[in-house]
């Protein structure tokens, strides 16, 4: 690093990482006895498992949180091409941008648990979940996205997320309720359809097999 520069933070971080990086940043150019400004800004990525490519050639929104004008005009350039596209890009603050990653995860894994919750209740009522979830996602304000009922959300973002910003709360002395209940109802919900499936068989599994279609891994 000889002329000023901004560093940026791609990645789902915690929320506080822009802080430790340019702590750090600071402490070399120290030992090497320089004062060149720099900026550190957090660009979070809002990519879909299995359609990454489009979600970034297509995006809904680019959040950018960052300290200065100097970096605001920076990266405003290096996503010229995408504004006249008409993608909207949003500056913020830093922590609020490394924060919207986590909330934007935690609210989808939110609609997914409270519809799993739902669900169950519907096979205790007689209520046809299916019919439920039609009435309620042509609701504009809900929408019918992430409100199909299953075996609760997995992959590689939605738990650690879920999880992160937990454990950010708690950190902080305080406690994200909602989120904690989320988190719950998705742990329950990996064992319900072991549930169906020994009801079914009456409790006897011994010797059968079972192939479950649509489960995928990251190798």
Known sequence: MNNYMVVVTKSTVPIGTAKKVKAEIKKELEKRNLNIPFDVASNPEFLKEGDAINDFLKPDRIVVGIESDRAK????KLYKS????GHPILFMDVPSAELTKYAANSMLATKISFMNDIANLCEIVGADI???RRGIGSDSRIG???IYAGVGYGGSCFPKDVKALIKT???NSYSLRILKS??????DQKFVL????KKHFNGNLKGKK?????????K
């Open 73 to 76: 005009k920076l990266l405003k």
């Open 82 to 85: 995408f504004l006249l596209n």
């Open 130 to 132: 299916n019919n439920v």
């Open 144 to 146: 019918n996205k992430f």
């Open 169 to 171: 709360a708690d950190e």
């Open 182 to 187: 989320v988190e719950d109802v998705n742990d």
């Open 194 to 197: 072991f549930s169906k499936i």
């Open 210 to 218: 079972f192939a479950i279609w649509g489960p995928s891994c990251n």
